[in-house]
Each structure stands twice: as C-alpha cells, then as structure tokens.
C-alpha cells in the first residue's frame, strides 16, 4: 500500500504556525525579561539558557520517548509541539535584540506612568521586539516544517507530518519515482513562496545573528 | 504607549499598603515568571530526559513492558562490545569530516566573492541561501536518485565522460561522499553567510593600509581576513560540529531498503545507530540510551577538539573581539 501525501500536508501547516507563534511569544516574554529587567540572578540564568544550546537532541530522545508514551502522547501532534515551545535560540535571540533595540528610558517611563510589570511588557517591550521577532517566526517556521527526527520517530505513520509522510513514499520496494518527485515539489512549494517574498529578511536576519552572537 | 495614570482618588490606608505590596511582587516576581516558560519546559524536555537517559542507561529497559532490572555499566559495556558501535563512530567521523571541511572552506570562499562589489547583491545572497529552505528529506530523495548505481545522473555524466561507474550505494567512501555532499548542499550557503556578515564587521582601513604595504589580494586574505574572521569561525565549526556529528535524516533515508545504515554498516552513524537499536530493530532503550551518552560526550570531545585548533589556526592576530 503506499501512503499518498496529500492530506499530509495538514498536520506540517497547522503545526508549523501555532508553532512558531508561542515560540514567538514565550521567547520573546523571556527575552525581555533578561534584557531590561533587573532580578537576582539575571546573568547566570541567562548563561544557563545559552549553556543549554550544547545538549544535542539525541541526548534526550530515548527517555522523551518514554515520557511521552506514558503520557499516551506518542502519534499526537502535541509530542511535536510541546518540547519545541519555547528554545534556548529563542530566548537568546530575543535577548539580544531587545538589550539593543529597547532604551531603558522607554521601559522606566511606562513604569512611572503606572503601568504593571506585564502591560509594560505588552505595550512597550513586544512592539519594539517586532522585527525581530518576525524574524524569528519565520526561523521557527522553517525549522518545523523541515524537521524529521523527532516526528519520525514519535509520530505514527497514519498522521505524519510532510517529511515523514515523503520518507515512507521511498521506503517500498517498488519506488515510484514521479510520486516520489511530485511529493518532493508538493513539499517544497510553499517554502519556495515564502521565501520568495521573506528571503530578503532571512538573509538580513542570519547576518544580523551572526554580528551579535 | 499605555496610558494608565496613578490613582489619583484619595484612598484607605490599607488599601494603599495593599496595592503597595502587590506593585512591590510585581516587580519582584514579573521576571523570574516570565522566564519561567523556557525553565520548565528546559526540566521537563531537556534536564529531565537528560538524566533519565542516565538512569535508563542503567538498567534493562524495554519499550513496551519498560524497566528492567538494574544493570550497571552492562548497556555500555554492550555497546563498546558491538562491531556495529565502532563502525558508526567510524562513519560518523569520516562523515563530519568529509562534509565539515570542504563546506567551510567553500563558505570561506563564497563568503568572500559575495563581499566584493557584486551588483544585485540581495539576489546572489538570497541565491546561496535557497538550498537552506529544502527539507532534508527532500534534498535527501533528489540526491540519493542523482547518485543511483545504473541509471543515476552522476554515473551517467561518468560514463558519458568515458570513466568507470562508482558504486555510490555499495562502497563505503563513495557513498560517505555522497552523504556528505547533501549535507555541504544545505549547510553551505548558510555559512556563507554568516561568514560573510563576520567579514563586512572587518574594518576596511586594515585592508587600505595593507595595500599602501604593498600586500597582494591573496596576503590580504590570510593576514587580515582570516585572523580577524576567528570569533566567526569558532561559531560556524562549533556549530558545524554540533550539527555534523548528529546528522541523521541523511544516512537515514539515503538507501531505504533493508537495515538503516547500508548493508554493511557502510553509512551508519551513530543518531542512525541509535534509532536502530531503540526503534528500528531490537527496540532495547537501555542500549540506545547508552548510545546516547557516548554521542553526547563525543560531540563535546570534538568541540573542545575543534576550539583549541580553531584558536592556533587563527592566534596570531587575535586581539580583535566583538
């Protein structure tokens, strides 16, 4: 039997959005915190978050295989999504460009005006996190759409995402090739169209990363 | 901008104390609950499962009747005793090297043409990066096709040129070869530039002063552009390393039929090696999880490695930092 692609493409597009939203946000909200917020602690945690960039996934992949199948997770989406919410790169990402982009004048004012601790953040800190943080939707977006470890390992082959889904049209005997080919564009298309109109602001955003990191 | 105002209405004393306090909490509790989400999802998806894998790495352990009874160092002593384990690590080096060296350098000399005075200069950066958005798999399907045995494009250029036909799925080096060049497809242009962003941070005296010395294009390049490109360089091997030595959606889906890894262990890595062993054939996560661990402390092993050689490479004009 061989698994056609279409439908497929469902579960990469609805994970890859919400993904890269609540990565966006929660990155985004810890970002702020390291860069304008003074709190006990604030250099060392940051150090730690960058520390943890080191561990490799594979690492982790067996006993975050059994957790989640305690869970009764494993072939959900939600086995996908939860461990890719909020990353280091993310933070540390958000971090710098906050500390930079962000005048601690404007944080104080809205402080002095009375706003709470959050709405500073949500009425000051987001909106000059913008271009950045677009930027790294857009990382984040890519990242989920190409990924194939993990999804292949905890999905079932019934709901897979688009990577997975393309990896079992190969792994029959009788290899259609032009299935295998129209899968491959299928899959490739809507990056293509992405990155025809964001390619500009990729290219910016990989250099910018670069200088700062 | 918010526009909220302080109270202005006369108020109790204690309410004020009250709200007082809360204002005080806000700004005490605010940051740490904000940076709460990345730790506890760090201990949940990363610490956890980190130290899990040590205490899994332990014991017998079966996906579906799960632990076993204790068993030391035995899961390591069993994977130090695999002919399999050996070839992997083999593989794994020979891998990272054949794809980490000729893609730096050839990002090294990208990064350089593209720092030149090149007109439409958004449309070759945009051009390198392209590779960067094709899914692995993707690019992994296309190529593995490209380097087929009869019927591939490559053999058959080979052929057309009079040359012999190379076992790309059969013999270990060309087919490592083969791996690494989709590996180098996708990571290449990436490097570029970053590399390339390292060396428009380069001041453009240096290389004026340079020349009033009477240095050529090519002294220009080892004495100023690489020295001052160290702190670039360290970021792109380190992540190179990290990167490389894990690779998996490559050696995994380069030759589908039978055992991941090729026949004879002719590609196996180690991240495939521990797939094959936790899910693909005996399903035994004490092993895997063992696997785990010799990867993890290879991967920091080469990095150091790396460091130290990156810093001598480029020490003699070091002075420079960001």
Do not use: C
Request: cysteine-free; glycine content about 8%; aromatic content about 14%.
């Amino acid at each position: 039997m061989r698994p056609s692609a279409s439908g497929r493409r469902f579960s990469t597009a609805s994970l890859s959005r919400p993904l890269s939203r609540h990565h966006v946000f929660f990155s985004t909200l810890a970002g702020y915190a390291f860069a304008k917020l003074r709190f006990r602690g604030n250099k060392g945690l940051f150090i730690f978050v960058i520390a943890t960039t080191a561990v490799p996934t594979q690492l982790g992949v067996v006993p975050l295989f059994i957790v989640m199948s305690d869970l009764g997770w494993t072939g959900t989406l939600g086995a996908v999504i939860v461990p890719s919410l909020v990353t280091a790169f993310g933070v540390f990402w958000m971090t710098q460009y906050l500390s930079q982009a962000l005048p601690d004048e404007l944080v104080e004012a809205g402080r002095v005006d009375g706003a709470t601790m959050f709405q500073t953040f949500w009425y000051i800190g987001f909106p000059a996190a913008r271009p950045a943080a677009a930027m790294l939707a857009l990382f984040t977006f890519i990242a989920t759409w190409t990924n194939f470890f993990w999804p292949f390992i905890v999905l079932n082959p019934s709901d897979p995402t688009l990577p997975v889904a393309l990896a079992r049209l190969q792994a029959n005997y009788f290899v259609d090739y032009s299935l295998v080919l129209t899968g491959v564009l299928l899959a490739t298309l809507p990056l293509l169209v992405l990155f025809i109109f964001a390619g500009r602001q990729l290219v910016a955003g990989i250099m910018q990363g670069a200088v700062k990191g | 901008m918010t526009t909220s105002t302080l109270p202005s209405k006369p108020r109790s004393p204690r309410r004020i104390a009250f709200s007082q306090t809360l204002g005080r909490w806000d700004i005490k509790f605010s940051p740490y609950l904000y940076i709460s989400p990345f730790f506890l999802l760090f201990a949940i998806v990363g610490l956890f499962p980190l130290l899990y894998t040590g205490y899994v790495s332990l014991h017998e352990w079966d996906p579906i009747g799960g632990q076993g009874k204790f068993v030391g160092f035995d899961n390591f002593a069993w994977v130090f005793g695999q002919r399999q384990f050996w070839l992997a690590l083999r593989n794994t080096m020979t891998i990272f090297l054949l794809s980490a060296v000729p893609q730096i350098i050839v990002a090294i000399l990208i990064a350089a043409v593209l720092d030149t005075n090149l007109r439409a200069k958004t449309f070759w950066r945009m051009g390198v990066l392209l590779p960067y958005i094709v899914m692995p798999v993707a690019v992994t399907l296309i190529f593995s096709q490209m380097f087929s045995q009869d019927y591939g494009f490559i053999n058959n250029l080979l052929a057309h040129f009079g040359m012999a036909k190379i076992a790309w799925h059969t013999d270990v080096l060309p087919s490592q070869i083969a791996i690494a060049t989709m590996v180098n497809f996708r990571w290449t242009g990436y490097n570029a530039l970053i590399l390339l962003a390292g060396m428009q941070a380069i001041p453009r005296d240096l290389y004026e002063s340079a020349s009033l010395d009477g240095a050529g294009p090519a002294r220009r390049f080892f004495s100023i552009t690489i020295p001052q490109l160290r702190p670039t360089l360290i970021f792109v091997i380190i992540t190179a390393t990290i990167g490389g030595l894990q690779i998996f959606d490559e050696p995994r889906l380069f030759d589908t039929g039978g055992l991941p890894g090729g026949a004879s262990q002719q590609w196996l890595t180690l991240t495939v090696y521990l797939y094959n062993v936790g899910w693909f054939q005996s399903g035994k996560f004490g092993h895997a999880a063992a696997i785990a661990w010799i990867l993890f402390l290879v991967i920091v092993a080469i990095g150091i490695v790396n460091v130290l050689i990156t810093r001598r490479i480029a020490s003699n004009e070091g002075g420079h930092k960001r």
